[in-house]
């Protein structure tokens, strides 16, 4: 769930991305995760979608990690921070213990905000194809 002013617009990483509709201060919370704000579809269901929705799942969705990873379905943020880019060195940082992203500095207002996808799924299921 996503904590911040917020707005989606083009982005230079990609596609669509994720700004800051006011200045962040480092370590202010940005998303917190919430099961009420992702759903859980089984690839099943997915498949089941019509092309134009199937093809929105897939890209803003993903497998999770570790004990957290699940096999024949997918988590679909149904919130704006499914528009959260990735980056090597991203915007926010997560904090595991409180299950959120913080800013990982000063961000001025209209930063895009980025995070590291490693941080919530496996390298190999942050691109996929339902098989």
Do not use: K
């Amino acid at each position: 769930m996503l904590l911040v002013a917020h707005y989606v617009d083009r982005s230079a990483i990609e596609g669509l991305g994720l700004y800051c509709a006011r200045d962040l201060r480092a370590g202010e919370p940005v998303y917190r995760y919430d099961w009420r704000f992702v759903m859980v579809m089984s690839d099943a269901e997915v498949r089941a979608l019509p092309e134009p929705m199937r093809e929105s799942v897939l890209r803003y969705s993903f497998r999770g990690r570790g004990e957290a990873r699940l096999t024949g379905a997918m988590y679909y943020c149904a919130d704006d921070s499914r528009y959260m880019n990735h980056a090597d060195q991203p915007s926010t940082l997560w904090i595991a213990e409180r299950n959120e992203y913080v800013a990982a500095r000063d961000l001025p207002a209209g930063s895009e905000l980025t995070c590291d996808y490693r941080d919530f799924c496996e390298p190999e299921d942050c691109e996929f194809e339902l098989r």
